[in-house]
């Protein structure tokens, strides 16, 4: 994680009307995660590209249900109620001021992937958007504030020696983990010990890499052990001199034996990204793009031997928005997910933590990707075909066939359109972007990528292809409509 300093008042970059961004690329997305370190880092609910120098209309909040990255944002509607809270800034460190804002809003900006959304937010959420927002038109809470006053070092402290630290074992492996591993540190939690899968090969030249959780472990000064088998006897032996009050895991990627999870003096939680019992399983948030749902979640379990099947602490859902991709999905979940392990955490030490049995009934599984499942049927509804795609972006992308090339789809859009043309017929092209026939409706293609080239608008795709292709086809021909 790279960690940026934060520009302070008096600088002048805050005062000036950041630019608007033409186009969402690889070095805005690299912004945008730069700026989610940073502010995590330095324990924020919202950062704005000016902040760490950067004049662009770039956002990131997260005030408690997950990260938000917005590109461009807008207020296009606010409550007539107001309040009046206090307000503080990483810009301006050790003051607060009250300030009164809407309570409500509506703002309209571009994803990380460019994608267009809509964030509806109140409370805690609608005033970050709002200060974050003034930011980007050199605006400072300042400038709103009715009083501003310094917060004394030592009622900011005024808590930090009190009591004994909470310890914690963690076991995390890939860059889902790396909030919650963050979350637990910034909040004061003793991480002991963290443990993740041993360094895989990756790459052609099969170079060796070891798993985010341990390049975040090793930024953060926190002892790892790496392991293929976290039975092992060692393994097992070195949590238990440990002694943890708690044991967290967070898509570790091995079953957690029972002499672990009998170890922690209070519990041993998991973070797992679905409503469960649905969605039991290593690949929830995939499975959930592409089965097309539209509310998602976090639960936070007690572990079981059983895998995913243990009591529920609690759960914090999320929507999942018509156009949002695995990729940003996945991000935001991971940050409710720190979030909703350190307030399980504490209704566990404050002894109000649920515990409620999952209905196995209910259950569904998630399974890992299986061969074929990316290849697209155009005999299917296109609502269908739209979710295949959002769910396998940004990897491994859905695929087709054009006269026998294999060509990958990255992104689309549903049309109130039908269509009674064959399924994979290019019914026409609208500004850079091409109209195809499904089983059932008529989706709209954006952007595409030829097999050994750099993804392209359909436009652009098509400009150089043979005269008469008329259109997309599966690995055994054109699909038929579903039904047939």
Known sequence: MTVLPIREFGDPVLRRKARRVLR????VRETLDLMLDTMRAASGAGLAAPQIGVSRRLVVIDAGQGPYFLVNPEIVARSAENESAWEGCLSWPGYVGEVERACKVSVKALDRDGHEMWVEGEGLLARALQHEIDHLDGI???DRATLVKEVPQEEADETAGEGERVSAVFMGSPEFAVPSLEELVNSGVEVKLVVTQPDRPVGRKQILKATSVKEAAARLGIPVLECASVSHP???AKIREIAPDFVTVVA????????????PRFACLNVHPSLLPKYRGGNPVQRAVMAGDRITGVSIIYMSEKMDAGDICLQKTLEIGPDETYGTLEKRLAGLGAHSLLEAMSAVLSG????????????SRAPHLQKGEEIISWGAAARSIHALVRGLSPKPGAVTLWDGARIKIWETRLMTLESNEKPGSVLGIEGDSGLVSCGEGVLRVLFVQPEGKKPMSFRAFLAGRAKGSSGFKCKDGVGTREGE
């Open 24 to 27: 969402v690329n690889n070095g």
């Open 140 to 142: 400072l809470y300042i």
């Open 352 to 363: 109000t933590a649920a515990r409620t049995p999952q209905d196995g009934s209910k259950a």
């Open 252 to 263: 570790f990627g091995q079953r957690v034996p029972r002499e672990i999870l009998e170890l």
């Open 234 to 236: 060692d393994i097992v």
